[in-house]
């Protein structure tokens, strides 16, 4: 079709140009979009008036669709040689007006967009409905995905696309069918029997202990028991507080739930024996020499005896988790394989690590860097085994995606991607499959361990649940450019503009989980464990410093505030007169307990958000205090021993007194002259 032949809805022939936008559509251009450099003419002439479709037009329009002649000589070429133009009026009125405005504001309606169709110099004038049928039953033939806004933009790289509805209204929908099916299947947890809910009861821990007892409930034993144990989500009570002098960034249970450990950024990880979950003890801590930053990871090896953990370097400190050996000294486990065995830590290194997975044999570590590549290490050679330049941006986070084998590796990263990597075929260092959906950067992945499920949380505020059997394969994923969906906010200081919110277009994730706020840190999702939930949840720390817990078909099961918990639970520093040292607290990961309704939350948290805690929440049916022991709030130090100094108020003003307050480890005593009373 020549550049004569081609003809548009002119902007000069509407009632308001400014309020109206119009798009021609090449066929000839693999389906692109003609931007405003490319050649086509525009005309003035009476078939551009806007003016409904009369019986003449429908009655041409359906001669069009049933008849292959019409479109051309060759009815194979689907919709060759056919002109389409678009031309709709944006809604008119003010938004400001109150209610009684709205018969006139309903007046102002968007008028019917048109469209002309143009095949060898004839004019059809249809309406937007019929040429969502035309389509409907042609997009097949020329490979065009019709959207309902008609609008262009244009990207980073200077090309024309369609512009992707935004806002609120584009959120996923709750709760998610697709959850829904995954939770009456029994994949995750159980459902209660139609009876129940039938009659609308309340089944509490006590009527459902009692039908057991009784031998009157419906369920099974076993299915009883699963039911019983899956509900009991942990309250926002705190059992025990464990104050750290700086920022805690993870901390996990074994898979046995006999051992914990907590990271903080004074580069120690401290270790606790969790055999009773309700009462800890204090085991050992392992330290970083000569660390940048903090801990950014750690991982536990599966028997229990070695604990791996990494700072933003490329060593990965290897710890014994024997009490009877010395903290200081560790094994180092050099990624960027440069020999530097007298001095590994001299200069900066070539890159940092931020995440680490003990493989389920125990006996490799994955790492994800900033050098935009995954590393595995094999701990008993001693060498680097596998490196991978999978990624255009920092690797966050990385797993393996099934605990019996150390095949398959998932890795998230900051170029929005998820990558799911098989180590036996990896002759030509392609990716197995791409994860495509998240519209930000990736903050952790987690594997469900069957090597079937994967979890995510992204910069975008979501958290998502993927199928391994749905992934994209990896030339469909190379056709696209991640950042072209991005908003460019920066997650560390800014709040996700929500009014700019747009899904992928792309995205095929199951279920898509908001409520959450992934802000000032790389925040952690999981899977509960199927030992005390049945694998009925997932749940995300969050920056507002609440744990979020969420059924798999995106509905709330319930919140585990640890702000409420801890706040001003420690005494504020008496030196410190910024307004801006308020109680704040930022929930980073949180680890639910294999065998118990036992929730560990590993926290930025204090005055001004400078210190960190370690709290644990568990089941009380509500209970804001219980008789046993150890009491409910319980203050405690890095060594769970009872300290009065956290139970010292804050200074009361216009009172002259001695402080007591701790920083950075060490009791710094104010004393004033006047007065010799102690606080």
């Avoid at 980073?156 to 369609?162: C, S």
């Avoid at 084998?405 to 990558?419: E, F, Q, R, V, W």
């Avoid at 929730?599 to 948290?605: L, R």
């Amino acid at each position: 079709m020549s550049s004569q032949e081609r003809r548009e809805i002119s902007r000069s022939e509407s009632p308001d140009p400014s309020s109206h936008a119009t798009n021609v559509y090449d066929t000839e251009m693999e389906g692109g979009w003609l931007g405003e450099d490319d050649d086509y003419e525009t005309t003035t002439n009476e078939a551009s008036e806007f003016f409904d479709p009369n019986e003449e037009a429908e009655d041409a329009f359906h001669g069009f669709l049933s008849e292959p002649a019409a479109l051309g000589d060759n009815a194979d070429d689907g919709l060759s040689g056919v002109e389409i133009e678009f031309s709709m009026d944006e809604p008119v009125g003010n938004s400001g007006q109150d209610d009684n405005n709205t018969a006139t504001e309903t007046s102002q309606r968007r008028t019917q967009p048109v469209a002309a169709i143009t095949e060898r110099g004839g004019a059809i004038r249809v309406s937007h409905a019929m040429i969502m049928r035309l389509f409907g039953r042609r997009s097949e033939a020329i490979g065009l995905q019709l959207l309902d806004d008609g609008d262009e933009e244009g990207d980073a790289h200077g090309e024309q696309r369609r512009r992707r509805t935004k806002g609120r209204a584009t959120l996923p929908l709750v709760p998610n069918e697709e959850g829904g099916r995954l939770m009456i299947n029994g994949t995750f947890g159980q459902t209660g029997n139609y009876e129940d809910k039938l009659r609308k009861r309340k089944n509490r821990l006590a009527r459902r202990l009692m039908y057991r007892e009784l031998g009157v409930s419906m369920e099974s034993p076993t299915r009883c028991n699963k039911l019983i144990s899956q509900g009991l989500i942990p309250s926002s009570s705190a059992d025990t507080i464990i104050h750290h002098d700086a920022r805690c960034y993870s901390g996990q249970f074994s898979d046995d739930g006999n051992f914990f450990f907590s990271c903080a950024q004074d580069f120690k990880v401290r270790m606790y024996d969790t055999s009773n979950p309700y009462y800890w003890k204090y085991y050992k801590t392992a330290t970083y020499p000569y660390g940048q930053w903090t801990i950014t990871d750690a991982s536990l090896s599966p028997d229990n005896k070695f604990l791996a953990y990494s700072s933003i370097r490329s060593i990965v400190c290897l710890a014994s988790t024997d009490p009877t050996l010395s903290d200081d000294s560790p094994l180092f486990m050099d990624f960027a394989d440069t020999e530097r065995r007298y001095n590994p830590f001299g200069g900066h290194g070539r890159f940092g690590i931020w995440s680490i997975r003990f493989s389920g044999d125990g006996r490799e570590v994955v790492a994800g860097t900033s050098d935009k590549s995954i590393y595995v290490y094999d701990i008993e050679a001693k060498r680097l085994v596998l490196q991978i330049a999978g990624h255009t941006d920092d690797v966050n986070a990385v797993c393996f995606g099934d605990k019996s084998s150390p095949h398959i590796l998932y890795s998230g990263s900051d170029d929005t991607l998820i990558k799911v990597w098989d180590r036996r075929s990896m002759g030509d260092s392609r990716a197995a499959g791409v994860f495509v959906g998240h519209t930000e950067g990736l903050t952790y992945v987690d594997s469900k361990g069957d090597g079937r499920y994967v979890l995510s949380n992204g910069k975008d505020q979501c958290m998502k649940l993927w199928d391994l059997r749905k992934m994209m394969s990896t030339d469909g994923a190379s056709k696209h450019d991640p950042s072209r969906y991005s908003t460019g906010f920066d997650y560390r200081f800014m709040s996700f503009p929500e009014a700019e919110y747009k899904p992928h277009p792309y995205d095929h994730s199951l279920v898509t989980f908001r409520g959450h706020r992934v802000l000032k840190t790389l925040i952690r999702c999981h899977f509960t464990p199927a030992g005390s939930t049945d694998s009925r949840y997932v749940y995300s720390g969050s920056e507002d410093g609440s744990i979020y817990v969420y059924n798999m078909d995106a509905t709330m099961a319930g919140k585990i505030d640890v702000n409420k918990a801890t706040y001003q639970s420690r005494p504020k520093d008496p030196r410190s007169n910024r307004n801006s040292d308020a109680w704040k607290t930022c929930v980073r990961d949180a680890s639910w307990h294999p065998n118990a309704p036992v929730v560990a939350a590993t926290s930025w948290n204090g005055w001004g958000m400078n210190q960190g805690t370690c709290t644990t929440h568990s089941w009380n049916d509500g209970a804001e205090n219980d008789e046993g022991e150890p009491r409910m709030g319980l203050r405690v130090n890095q060594r769970l021993e009872e300290d009065k100094d956290l139970y010292d108020c804050p200074r009361q003003p216009g009172r002259i007194s001695q402080f007591r307050s701790r920083l950075r480890g060490q009791v710094v005593r104010a004393t004033d002259d006047n007065d010799d009373e102690e606080w």
